[in-house]
């Protein structure tokens, strides 16, 4: 049973109602608050429905909804107008409502109690829809909910690795997990990164919770090594810049497809002076042998796209800049081929004090602006890496 499933006291269901939701001329913004505020409160989403404007296909709609779950939120069709059916569904329901109070705007909501349940319906608008969600819904739902089970979550991030080389590594964490019904794992991949999310659910006892949990990630970390670079909402380039700090260890950049980003991704992060020295774009070719010292011939021969390219502008911008590690991109980041080259060869490269300069060899897949994140991502962890003296695995070309 997924850790979702089930008519429990702490099951909720959601209905937005609106045409142009469905017309996908709005992008829906309520199902997506209320799912994550009511998780942060205990409580968990079993269903989002979307209906459109009509009063049939809305009662409809709530009467699934609650088979689902014993309260249904339902935003949107409050207003007076012809196009808002939301009211006249509910009076088609019952006449036994009563007003949810709106601080924030003029449409009330409506508490509808049912046999089976109860109904909430607030306005479309977000914000009016939040804030009444917060004042009323939360604090009645809560109550009638009574003591709910303690769930617990935490994240493992990681880089380097393909969401289905990951999940070969946890097999034996996933078999364990089947005998937990409380608990679930997920992967929530992103250009370049995978976010491996466990969580924990146990009847009101927040010790066992947490102890499974802790158990679990340590199962998980210990699967995935070096693979991992933090946890919870640790950012891959705020775990580069801590390490250096920590270890008085600076960086220079030298980047060609990534044209700064590189760069901005490390100085985004709060002190990282501390640990970045600077960088040099070097887009066009002649650049590369003009500010980076790349040999001219080796560019005529082989090429700006390259790994010995790669190596000699990590290398060379390491000592121009007077930087402990030197890290450096070059690629084609497409739509188009560049010297017979496809779009998504990447070469990253990072070279420092002792140790031996590396190259990474990526072919990453995506568009351009994807390839270009990804490009980043692949340097941030070859610095990552090689800062911290651990191995460098040759990632095959991930799927996202
Ligand atoms: P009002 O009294 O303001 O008309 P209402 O309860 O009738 O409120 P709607 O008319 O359905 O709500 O929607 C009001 C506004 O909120 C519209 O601009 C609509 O696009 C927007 N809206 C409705 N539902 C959502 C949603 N799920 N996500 C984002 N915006 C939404
Ligand atoms: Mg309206």
Redesign the pocket.
């Known amino acids: 049973m997924s850790g979702l499933a089930g008519r429990g006291r702490d099951a909720l269901a959601v209905v937005?109602?609106?045409d142009?939701?469905l017309l996908a001329d709005?992008?829906?913004?309520?199902?997506v608050w209320l799912g994550r505020r009511l998780a942060e409160a205990g409580l968990r989403v079993v269903s989002t429905t979307q209906a459109p404007d009509d009063v049939a296909a809305i009662v409809t709609a709530i009467r699934r909804a609650l088979m689902d779950a014993p309260s249904v939120i339902v935003?949107?069709?409050?207003?007076?107008?012809s196009?808002?059916r939301?009211t006249a569904a509910i009076a088609a329901m019952s006449d036994t409502a009563t007003s949810i109070p709106n601080p924030v705007?003029?449409?009330a909501g409506i508490r509808l109690q049912q046999a089976d349940g109860v109904v909430y319906a607030l306005?479309?608008?977000?914000r009016e829809m939040r804030a009444m969600a917060e004042a009323s819904v939360l604090p009645d739902v809560l109550s009638r909910a009574g003591d709910l089970p303690v769930t617990r979550r935490r994240s493992l991030r990681l880089v380097g690795l393909t969401e289905s080389a990951a999940a070969a590594r946890l097999v034996p964490l996933e078999d364990r997990l089947a005998h937990d019904r409380g608990a679930t794992i997920a992967y929530v991949p992103s250009p370049g990164e995978i976010e491996i999310r466990l969580t924990v659910r146990r009847d009101a006892d927040q010790a066992a919770a947490e102890a499974a949990l802790q158990t679990y990630m340590s199962m998980a970390a210990e699967a995935l090594g070096p693979a991992v670079y933090g946890v919870d909402h640790d950012s891959l380039a705020a775990v580069v810049i801590r390490t250096l700090v920590r270890n008085r260890i600076t960086c220079a950049t030298a980047e060609s497809l990534t044209g700064g980003a590189l760069g901005a991704a490390l100085t985004d992060i709060p002190g990282s002076s501390a640990a970045y020295r600077g960088g040099v774009v070097a887009y066009a070719t002649d650049l590369k042998h003009r500010l980076l010292g790349v040999p001219a011939y080796h560019l005529a021969r082989r090429g700006a796209v390259d790994k010995t390219t790669a190596i000699v502008m990590a290398e060379e911008v390491r000592m121009r800049l007077a930087a402990d590690f030197g890290v450096a991109t070059t690629g084609v980041a497409g739509p188009d081929e560049q010297e017979g080259k496809p779009p998504g060869m990447v070469f990253v490269a990072a070279a420092g004090p002792d140790m031996a300069p590396v190259a990474n060899a990526l072919l990453l897949t995506g568009d351009r602006g994807t390839v270009r994140r990804r490009a980043v991502v692949h340097a941030l962890d070859l610095l990552r890496r090689a800062v911290l003296g651990l191995p460098m695995e040759s990632p095959a070309a991930p799927r996202r």
């Open positions: 937005l109602v609106g142009e939701l709005v992008v829906d913004v309520n199902g935003t949107g069709g409050l207003g007076p107008t196009d808002d939301t705007g003029s449409a306005p479309g608008v977000p």
